[in-house]
């Protein structure tokens, strides 16, 4: 079982930042991802990395986040730059449980079977 623990969360003005982490229970070097939620609309994969270090991101978001990983910690951390309040979400990391390889695939729901519990990021005009 994986466990995957979030902070960061909370209110910006558009244009500022927040940096998101989430902690996991298992071995360093699994495979991550951030999803984004909005009430009445699917979950969305934002950003993912895989094993080896490479990324994918939503179109929506390329050039303003950035998917990083602390091995050490097993930590995935999600550095959000130039918020728009568009991006107002409750944000969740996510899982395979384990090491992969191919980033685009891991922005699919389908790809993880552990989430964390969600924080909210709510962006002000």
Request: with cysteine.
């Amino acid at each position: 079982q994986v466990q995957l623990v979030e902070s960061g969360g909370g209110s910006v003005q558009a244009g500022g930042s927040l940096r998101l982490s989430c902690e996991a229970s298992v071995s360093r070097n699994i495979c991550m991802a951030w999803f984004r939620q909005v009430p009445g609309k699917e979950r969305e994969g934002v950003a993912a990395m895989d094993s080896d270090g490479f990324t994918s991101y939503a179109d929506s978001v390329r050039g303003r986040f950035t998917i990083s990983r602390d091995n050490a910690k097993s930590t995935s951390f999600l550095q959000m730059d130039s918020l728009k309040p568009e991006d107002t979400a409750t944000y969740y990391c996510a899982s395979p449980g384990g090491r992969c390889y191919g980033s685009a695939g891991l922005l699919s729901r389908r790809q993880h079977p552990w989430w964390g519990q969600g924080t909210l990021v709510t962006v002000s005009s």
